[in-house]
Structure formats: structure tokens, C-alpha cells
């Protein structure tokens, strides 16, 4: 069964400062990799995706991703937080062979401090 | 492009009735779209692929006469909780896959979700 884990509840981070949520994941074949951003009582926007090629990813609202197959991770990051990016975000990841779901993390909560 | 819309955004409802809740991609077609539930701080629980012309597909532990999904059109989708009770209070999101921008990828397009409360 492919999983998804975001071991961090809550991230802090100062205004201006680089922010990295952390995100690793587990898949029995080759992964598709996801992240999403959902504000209060909203639903999820989609901010990056990872499918194949570069393993830096650059997406929505200046965040990056970087996917390392080594560590079976894919980090969001982000060179220079604003609070307006205070926020939930997911991970997710899809097995490219036989698993068809899409499994999502249970979301790290982003705190950019002005 | 890719939006989602849902509709109701809120919902408040006395407990034994029925709430409809719709899922429309305004700017694509979606042959599959997916309902999710949210629990307070929690991640999406997937409870149903709705599948256009079809039946849907239910998660295990998902039950499928309580949870009515038809998916009439290629831009449609609606999930009607059947005889609510105040357990089934949560936020509901359906999410599309544009086949055409997502094909093979899965990149899923959400709506901005239903808070549905049963008294």
C-alpha cells in the first residue's frame, strides 16, 4: 500500500525567512508526487506536482519542491515566506502502477510570523 | 482554468433529511471526479470515485446507500447524504480530473468544499 507522511503538525517560520514542509512517502513502483494548499474552510488548490524529469520542481506562488528518490522524499520550500502563505498543506502521492489512488498526507500547518 | 465549483457551500439540516450537495468543473469535462471528507484537522478521506455514465466506486467501510452518487454528466457531479444524522456533519470536497491537462497524472482540481451540519 503506498502512504504519504508529513511529520511536522504545525511549521513556524518568520516573515521573509526560506520555509521547508517536510513530506516522505512510500510506493511500491514509481511515484507521482503532489502538493496542495487549502486556506480555512476552503478546499485544496493545487500549488506543484512531480511526474517525471527534473528532480526540482517550481510551482505555484514561488514554492519549489524537490524530489529525492534516495530518500523517498519530496519537500515543499519556498526561498522567502509571506504570512499570506500561512496556510495547510498536503502532500500527496499516486503509484504510477497498479495502486491508482491518489493517498494524501494528514497536512502540515504553515505559520509565517510577521 | 480547471475550476471546481460546489454547491452549497453550507449546509444546515435537521437530522432524517436528505442534503444534495453538487460538483460542477466550470471550464472541463470530468469523466471522473472524486468526493472526500474532511474531519477537523484531518487529511481527505476518499470516499467515492463518481464515474460519468456509471456507477460509482465506493471505499471500503463507504456506505454507498447512504452516500448517493450519480454522475449524470461529463461536468456534474452530486452526492445526496441520505437521512442525515449529526455523525455525518463534516466538510465535504469533490475534486475533478481534467483528462485532458491530467492525463495519466492525476492532478485533481477541487472544489472549495460543503460544511455540512446535521442537528
Known amino acids: 500500500a503506498q502512504s504519504v507522511a508529513q511529520p511536522e503538525d504545525q511549521v513556524n517560520v518568520a516573515e521573509g525567512n526560506p520555509l521547508t514542509v517536510k513530506c516522505t512517502y512510500s510506493v511500491s513502483g514509481n511515484p507521482y508526487l503532489f502538493w496542495y494548499v487549502q486556506y480555512p474552510n476552503r478546499g485544496l488548490q493545487f500549488l506543484l506536482k512531480?511526474?517525471?524529469?527534473?528532480?526540482l520542481v517550481k510551482g505555484s506562488y514561488g514554492f519549489e519542491a524537490e524530489f529525492n528518490k534516495s530518500q523517498t522524499s519530496f519537500h515543499l520550500k519556498k526561498p522567502s515566506a509571506l504570512v499570506s502563505d500561512s496556510a495547510l498543506y498536503f502532500c500527496?502521492?499516486?503509484?504510477?502502477?497498479?495502486?491508482?489512488?491518489?493517498?494524501f498526507g494528514i497536512g502540515t500547518k504553515l505559520q509565517v510570523i510577521p | 482554468g480547471a475550476v471546481v465549483s460546489q454547491h452549497p457551500s453550507w449546509v444546515i439540516c435537521k437530522s432524517g433529511t436528505s442534503v444534495k450537495i453538487e460538483c460542477r468543473s466550470l471550464d472541463f469535462q470530468a469523466t471522473t471526479m472524486f468526493w472526500y471528507r474532511q474531519f477537523p484537522k484531518q487529511s481527505l478521506m476518499l470516499m467515492a470515485t463518481?464515474?460519468?455514465?456509471?456507477?460509482?466506486?465506493?471505499e471500503q467501510g463507504v456506505e454507498k446507500d447512504k452516500f448517493l452518487i450519480n454522475h449524470a454528466s461529463l461536468t456534474l457531479s452530486t452526492l445526496t447524504v441520505t437521512s442525515a444524522h449529526p455523525e455525518d456533519s463534516s466538510f465535504y470536497i469533490c475534486?475533478?480530473?481534467?483528462?485532458?491537462?491530467?492525463?495519466?497524472?492525476?492532478?485533481?482540481?477541487f472544489g472549495p468544499g460543503t460544511r455540512l451540519t446535521v442537528l
Open positions: 475534486s475533478a480530473r481534467d483528462e485532458a491537462r491530467g492525463r495519466y497524472t492525476d492532478t485533481q482540481y
Open positions: 463518481s464515474n460519468e455514465g456509471s456507477k460509482a466506486t465506493y
Open positions: 512531480y511526474i517525471t524529469g527534473d528532480n
Open positions: 500527496a502521492v499516486r503509484d504510477t502502477g497498479g495502486y491508482q489512488k491518489v493517498t
